[in-house]
């Protein structure tokens, strides 16, 4: 069952690692899955972690410093110094200049999820001195190989919580909600 | 458990035991993550769902049988399954290894939150053997 937030969540989680570079100030939007995941492989990394969440969502900002987030807080607030890049797995558009206004200039600012909503437009200023936004879609076979290889050496612990299958409408609920610490996993 | 209209609630549903075909293995699913794709699924998000929809793509689960011409596989391995369902191993970004781009990728052939499951065994990752 701890495995299963892996094969989507850890490998777009991982994916999207790669392409924010090297920088070591990681500014992560949305603390759900993917975010519990690759947070794990950020900070194996050396990589410190800047935890953003919805705001007003305690539980979530918690989850992120347990995890070892250096700082949390909501996707309304600045955080304490520039990022170097910056994820984005919240499927909100507005969040992209929220993103942009926190990273360095050369920043990239990564948008993980396969649906976003609209973004709305911003001052060019916000993209301008090099900062990069862009897409992650999928994952290659190579992503999968390095990342289920990566993981377990970590060693990567998934936060799962458990439903039958016939509490998927529940589970699903769940996520829409934002009820859910770390995954849901159904089981047979 | 199936999805038969957008943004409807899933529904239990008695759903034909598959077999693998040519390339394909059989896979018994032990667990399946949710994930904010579903949503956008269930939401009708994505483009062209394949009503009605087994919805799920974050599997782990047992080999159970391998059609033909199946390597590296065999009956026992656990298996992941994730999104990207299928490349065509041709096209340019196919042969740069950047399959995740392949115009004709196939990313739900069918869904995972039942009890067994078909797949291409390219798309398969092995995690252990028996």
Not at chain 1, 148 to 160: C, K, M, N, Q, W
Not at chain 2, 31 to 52: G, I, M
Request: hydrophobic residues 45%; contains cysteine.
């Amino acid at each position: 069952m701890e495995a299963a937030p892996l094969l989507c969540a850890g490998l777009i989680g991982y994916r999207c690692l790669k392409m924010a570079g090297e920088g070591r100030r990681l500014g992560i939007y949305g603390f759900g899955a993917a975010a519990h995941i690759v947070a794990q492989v950020a900070l194996h990394q050396g990589r410190a972690v800047y935890g953003f969440t919805r705001a007003g969502d305690e539980a979530a900002r918690q989850f992120a410093l347990s995890l070892g987030a250096v700082w949390a807080g909501g996707s309304d607030e600045t955080p304490p110094e520039k990022l170097d890049a910056a994820i984005l797995f919240a499927p909100v558009g507005a969040l992209v200049p929220a993103a942009l206004r926190a990273v360095r200039p050369g920043g990239v600012v990564v948008c993980g999820g396969i649906h976003m909503s609209d973004i709305p437009t911003f001052p060019y200023k916000l993209l301008w001195k090099e900062r990069v936004v862009r897409s992650v879609a999928n994952i290659t076979r190579r992503d999968a190989e390095e990342f289920l290889s990566l993981a377990p050496a970590i060693p990567v612990r998934t936060t799962t919580q458990r439903y039958g299958l016939d509490q998927a409408n529940t589970a699903l609920w769940a996520l829409r909600t934002g009820a859910l610490t770390g995954a849901a996993v159904l089981v047979p | 458990m199936l999805l038969r209209r957008p943004k409807a609630k899933l529904e239990a549903a008695e759903i034909a035991e598959p077999q693998p075909g040519p390339g394909q293995v059989k896979v018994r699913v032990c667990a399946c993550a949710v994930c904010r794709t579903d949503l956008h699924v269930v939401d009708a998000e994505l483009p062209d769902p394949k009503l009605p929809l087994v919805l799920g793509h974050e599997i782990v689960g047992r080999v159970t049988a391998a059609g033909a011409g199946v390597e590296g596989f065999r009956a026992g391995d656990r298996v992941g399954i994730p999104w990207l369902g299928w490349t065509c191993g041709v096209c340019e970004y196919c042969r740069a290894g950047q399959e995740n781009l392949c115009p004709r990728a196939l990313h739900r052939l069918s869904g995972r939150w039942r009890l067994c499951r078909i797949r291409r065994r390219r798309r398969a990752v092995l995690l252990s053997h028996p």
